[in-house]
Structures are given as structure tokens and as C-alpha cells.
């Protein structure tokens, strides 16, 4: 089974600051990793992700995220955050295959607050 | 053009009434997924579909029952609606579990 933590339910930051979610998870196999966006409303959409090669990866709007496989992490991060970068993010593993097709686990989300 | 569509956007119903919610997806993806998301954002897959076949079926009440009539379309039929089945209810497609597809998510009020 596979399961995934975000450590954090809340994170306020200022804006222009620098924040890192934080993305733990479980798998007794290789994994395919991802980080969504939900803007307030809306659906979820990919940031960015992991499926193999390099471990750091980049996604859209500046963000980052670095597989760490002995750590069992995979922390998104953003140098200089803006106001419109408030929104839920949800991290995500895919394990496996059940009946021809990879099923995902979502972690519980954090919501990231970027204030003026 | 859209690539996950759901309808309707929003669905305000009485408790016992039975209700459904239609998802098409135009990218070819051969998985199309339903999602819960409860108040405080929390995300439950409630079923996959994979070439016409469904290959999960998390602990979902058997009142939801999914119906996928084609490749491209996943409906979702609840039957009995009651006040814990408000939710948003989120539609996804992918290909062989790479990046997940969203919809716009479909609100649901039972009164």
C-alpha cells in the first residue's frame, strides 16, 4: 500500500519570500510523484512532476521539487512566492499497477497563504 | 476546447432524490477517475475506469454506481441522496497513471 503526508496543513507566507511544502510518502515500489494546484473554485491541475531521470524537477509558475529517494520526500519549493500563488496543493504518488492502470493517493493538502 | 468536462457545475437537491452527474474527456486518455473532495479539501478517489472496465471501487456506499457508456465518458449515478453526500465531485482522466486531469468539479448540496 501506499500512502502519502503533507506535514503541513497551513503555511502563511509574506510575499516575496521563499516557501517549501513539505511531501512525505510510502511505497514498496518505484512511484511516479506529483504535485496539483486547486485555485479557489476549481478544479486541480499539475504543477509539476517526477516519473524518472532527474531528480529535481520544474514546473510551472517557478515552482520545483526534488525526489529524494532515501528520504522517502518529495518537497515542492518556490524562491520568491506572489499573492496569486494562494491556493491549495495537493502532492500525489502513483504506485504500481492494479487491473492495467496506476491508481493515485493524494495526500490531506496544504493550503499556502501568501500575504501582502 | 475543454479537456474535462462535467455537468452540472452546481446540483442542489432534497435528501432521497436520485441524481446524476456526466464527465467527457476529448485528450484520448484510456482511465477516467471520480473524485470526493469534503469540506475541508480532503480528496477520496471513489472509482477508476480503464477501458470499460472498473478496476477500483474504494469503500463508496453502493448507491453511487458509475456508468461509462464509451472510452471518453464516466457518469456518476447516486441513488437516495443524503446530507453527507454533499461534497464537490471532481471527474479525472489520464493515461496509465502519468498526470491527472481535472475537471471543474461538480458542487452538490443535499438539503
Known amino acids: 500500500a501506499q500512502s502519502v503526508t503533507q506535514l503541513d496543513s497551513q503555511v502563511p507566507v509574506f510575499e516575496e519570500a521563499p516557501v517549501e511544502l513539505r511531501c512525505n510518502y510510502s511505497?514498496?515500489?518505484?512511484?511516479?510523484l506529483f504535485w496539483y494546484v486547486q485555485y479557489p473554485n476549481q478544479g486541480l491541475q499539475l504543477l509539476l512532476k517526477?516519473?524518472?531521470?532527474?531528480?529535481l524537477v520544474k514546473g510551472i509558475n517557478g515552482f520545483e521539487a526534488e525526489f529524494n529517494k532515501s528520504q522517502t520526500s518529495f518537497h515542492l519549493r518556490k524562491p520568491s512566492v506572489h499573492i496569486s500563488d494562494t491556493a491549495e496543493y495537493f502532492c500525489?504518488?502513483?504506485?504500481?499497477?492494479?487491473?492495467?492502470?496506476?491508481?493515485?493517493?493524494f495526500g490531506r493538502g496544504t493550503s499556502l497563504i501568501v500575504h501582502p | 476546447d475543454t479537456a474535462v468536462s462535467q455537468t452540472p457545475k452546481y446540483l442542489v437537491t432534497q435528501m432521497g432524490n436520485d441524481k446524476s452527474i456526466k464527465c467527457e474527456q476529448n485528450?484520448?486518455?484510456?482511465?477516467m477517475y471520480w473524485y470526493k473532495q469534503d469540506s475541508k479539501k480532503f480528496l477520496k478517489i471513489m472509482f477508476s475506469?480503464?477501458?470499460?472496465?472498473?478496476?477500483i471501487n474504494e469503500t463508496v456506499p453502493n448507491r453511487f454506481s458509475p456508468k461509462s457508456p464509451d472510452k471518453a465518458h464516466l457518469n456518476l449515478h447516486i441513488n437516495s441522496l443524503e446530507l453527507g453526500d454533499s461534497a464537490v465531485y471532481f471527474c479525472?482522466?489520464?493515461?496509465?497513471?502519468?498526470?491527472?486531469?481535472f475537471g471543474p468539479g461538480t458542487r452538490l448540496l443535499v438539503l
Open positions: 500525489a504518488v502513483s504506485d504500481g499497477r492494479l487491473g492495467g492502470s496506476y491508481i493515485p493517493t
Open positions: 511505497s514498496s515500489v518505484s512511484v511516479y
Open positions: 517526477y516519473l524518472s531521470g532527474s531528480t
Open positions: 485528450l484520448g486518455h484510456d482511465t
Open positions: 479525472a482522466s489520464s493515461h496509465f497513471g502519468e498526470t491527472q486531469y
Open positions: 475506469y480503464n477501458n470499460k472496465e472498473l478496476i
